[in-house]
T-cell receptor, first 117, second 114 residues
């Protein structure tokens, strides 16, 4: 399967614990995005990388959240001191950015469903 | 700020009938518009996009969408719905600046009955 992959698919944790999610984008894609989706809502943007540079962070991304893409390939999203309000589906997407003014669609992974007890 | 409204939480149609899922948007300048579909326990699947050119865009699985600038709408359509089209549909928009994030609507659940 050459699509976007995410691991784990499901994570149950207790409040206050730290969790880390991984996203492997489509191999040639230089742009990588994280979104959060809660029940009954569309995905909400969290952050975006172009290669290894994190270019934008949403105000939804509190200090407890950190994302990295160290070699411009896979990315990790860590949530420290989880809260019940962090329970959501975390979606990763990637796209191929060729040059300014050209925009290709984002391809989404299956998501990581986080449940904070 | 950019935003999307999907005014219908649910759309129910009979198999073989036309399907329309409504979407209106708000963005500075000209938009990029997208439709995605989500099946249970699956990620979002890209259906089609409007970037420029013809206002009628054709996409995957027989879906099409019509861009209407004056009404700021991008409704998704399928001439003859299938039971397998039952899913959650999302409209998304982004502006033409160097802002690559998508803003999604809340989604519309489509149910096609046999």
């Amino acid at each position: 399967d050459t699509g976007v992959s995410q691991d784990p698919r499901h994570k149950i944790t207790k409040r206050g614990q730290n969790v880390t999610f991984r996203c492997d984008p489509i191999s040639e894609h230089n742009r990588l995005y994280w979104y959060r989706q809660t029940l009954g809502q569309g995905p909400e943007f969290l952050t975006y990388f172009q290669n290894e540079a994190q270019l934008e962070k949403s105000r939804l991304l509190s200090d407890r959240f950190s994302a990295e893409r160290p070699k411009g390939s896979f990315s990790t999203l860590e949530i420290q001191r989880t809260e019940q309000g962090d329970s959501a589906m975390y979606l990763c997407a990637s796209s191929l950015g060729l040059r300014e003014g050209i925009y290709n669609e984002q391809f989404f992974g299956p998501g990581t469903r986080l449940t904070v007890l | 700020a950019q935003s999307v409204a999907q005014p219908e939480d649910q759309v129910n149609v009979a198999e073989g009938n036309p399907l329309t899922v409504k979407c209106t948007y708000s963005v500075s300048g000209n938009p990029y518009l997208f439709w995605y579909v989500q099946y249970p326990n699956r990620g979002l699947q890209f259906l089609l996009k409007y970037i420029t050119g013809d206002n009628l865009v054709k996409g995957s699985y027989g879906f099409e969408a019509e861009f209407n600038k004056s009404q700021t709408s991008f409704h998704l359509k399928k001439p003859s719905a299938l039971v397998s089209d039952s899913a959650l549909y999302f409209c998304a928009v982004r502006g033409r600046s160097n802002d690559y994030k998508l803003s999604f609507g809340a989604g519309t659940t489509v149910t096609v009955r046999a």
